[in-house]
């Protein structure tokens, strides 16, 4: 109980430690919360894009960033939450029960819960494949719920997709409950990474060996990645339902999300929580320019400066801004966090 309550002292005094850092991110917070009444719709849509870019991408990099498990298919668990959450706002549309219908936040949640709850379950069979064959693997995983869905269409509506109805909420509420959803999904990852479980994860992710050698259960704390990364992002996949009002396999499981989603962590800086973030920005901001200067062309130039960003910074804007400014805090967990051998082996 005293461990407990010292980590979470830590993980607070690590959070506020930098006051800079946290005035310029709650005035972008609230600057955010402007957007969907001081604009018009369609640059309101791009800014909703840009923070479920940024969910997609902080949720990934707990896997894959932090416990070095590369999943490329991670969209299952973002094609699933988001069906959820649409089955759980307009249930009578897929044939079920009347008595479930839910408010929006319910069905967010819901569809987060469900997807958290299938990495788990899956999580064992799956981790029994490691290096490319677990990525090959989880790539399969998206393209059989894909094909599921895609095939029972009395439930997902199939090609002709699958109409969401969220109620009375307008999308400027549905905008701030994406906004909020963000700020605690990046606050939660923060206080994953620099607690025990996400210095086991780093040490998994450098030597699997050598941290079972050490009594960390790779198991477990791959597990514990696994579930976190995909409720996040079955979270993502509800909102981006209830915000667009459509759902299509073919669009919500696309390899086009997934592919994103790691550009936005190549972009920013991978095994950073502000990696993301500033990756998204810079992700949905090019996209946005581009499509409206090099039209057909946005896709091959975007390609090309990933590539140059690849070799040129691996460690993305964020690695670039740190090499300038000093501020490591994000790479270095505080030493109090360290799992004993005696702790990671008995649980």
């Not at 990525?135 to 894909?146: D, H, K, M």
């Not at 060996?209 to 079955?234: E, Q, R």
């Given at each position: 109980m005293a461990g407990s309550e010292h980590e979470r002292g830590s993980f607070i005094r690590t959070m506020l430690g930098n006051r800079?850092?946290?005035?310029?991110?709650?005035?972008?917070?609230?600057?955010?919360?402007?957007?969907?009444?001081?604009?018009?719709?369609?640059?309101?849509?791009?800014?909703?894009?840009?923070?479920?870019?940024?969910?997609?991408?902080?949720?990934?990099?707990?896997?894959?960033?932090?416990?070095?498990?590369?999943?490329?298919?991670?969209?299952?668990?973002?094609?699933?939450?988001?069906?959820?959450?649409?089955?759980?706002?307009?249930?009578?549309?897929?044939?079920?029960p009347e008595s479930i219908q839910s408010p929006v936040i319910v069905a967010v949640l819901g569809g987060a819960i469900v997807a958290g709850l299938l990495a788990l379950v899956i999580g064992p069979v799956i981790f029994?494949?490691?290096?490319?064959?677990?990525?090959?693997?989880?790539?399969?995983?998206?393209?059989?719920?894909?094909?599921?869905?895609?095939?029972?269409?009395?439930?997902?509506?199939?090609?002709?997709?699958?109409?969401?109805?969220?109620?009375?909420a307008e999308y400027q509420q549905l905008f701030l409950l994406t906004l909020a959803v963000t700020v605690v999904t990046v606050i939660v990852s923060y206080y994953v990474v620099t607690?025990?479980?996400?210095?086991?994860?780093?040490?998994?992710?450098?030597?699997?060996?050598?941290?079972?050698?050490?009594?960390?259960?790779?198991?477990?704390?791959?597990?514990?990645?696994?579930?976190?990364?995909?409720?996040?992002?079955?979270?993502?996949?509800?909102?981006?339902?209830?915000?667009?009002?459509?759902?299509?396999?073919?669009?919500?499981?696309?390899?086009?999300?997934?592919?994103?989603?790691?550009?936005?962590?190549?972009?920013?800086?991978?095994?950073?929580?502000?990696?993301?973030?500033l990756g998204a920005g810079l992700f949905v901001g090019l996209d946005w320019i581009l499509g409206e200067v090099a039209s057909g062309y946005s896709t091959a130039i975007e390609g090309l400066l990933i590539i140059l960003f690849m070799i040129y910074m691996p460690k993305g804007i964020y690695g670039l801004i740190t090499s300038r400014t000093g501020d490591t805090s994000e790479e270095d967990p505080p030493s109090e966090t360290v799992p004993t051998p005696d702790e990671s082996a008995t649980d």
């Open positions: 800079r850092r946290v005035a310029i991110a709650i005035v972008t917070v609230l600057a955010f919360a402007t957007i969907p009444f001081v604009t018009e719709r369609w640059l309101t849509q791009v800014f909703f894009t840009m923070l479920v870019f940024v969910i997609l991408g902080v949720s990934w990099d707990i896997i894959g960033g932090y416990a070095g498990q590369i999943s490329l298919g991670h969209v299952a668990f973002f094609g699933f939450g988001a069906y959820v959450s649409a089955w759980l706002t307009t249930p009578t549309r897929a044939g079920f029994r494949l490691t290096g490319h064959y677990f990525a090959i693997g989880t790539l399969a995983l998206a393209a059989i719920i894909e094909l599921i869905l895609s095939n029972e269409r009395s439930v997902s509506g199939g090609s002709s997709g699958y109409f969401v109805d969220s109620g009375s607690s025990r479980w996400g210095l086991a994860m780093r040490a998994i992710h450098d030597d699997e060996t050598a941290a079972s050698s050490l009594g960390i259960n790779p198991l477990k704390y791959k597990l514990i990645a696994f579930g976190i990364g995909s409720s996040m992002a079955g979270m993502a996949g509800g909102l981006y339902a209830q915000y667009t009002g459509y759902l299509n396999p073919a669009d919500v499981l696309g390899l086009h999300w997934m592919v994103e989603a790691l550009v936005v962590v190549v972009l920013g800086g991978m095994g950073t929580i502000t990696g993301p973030i």
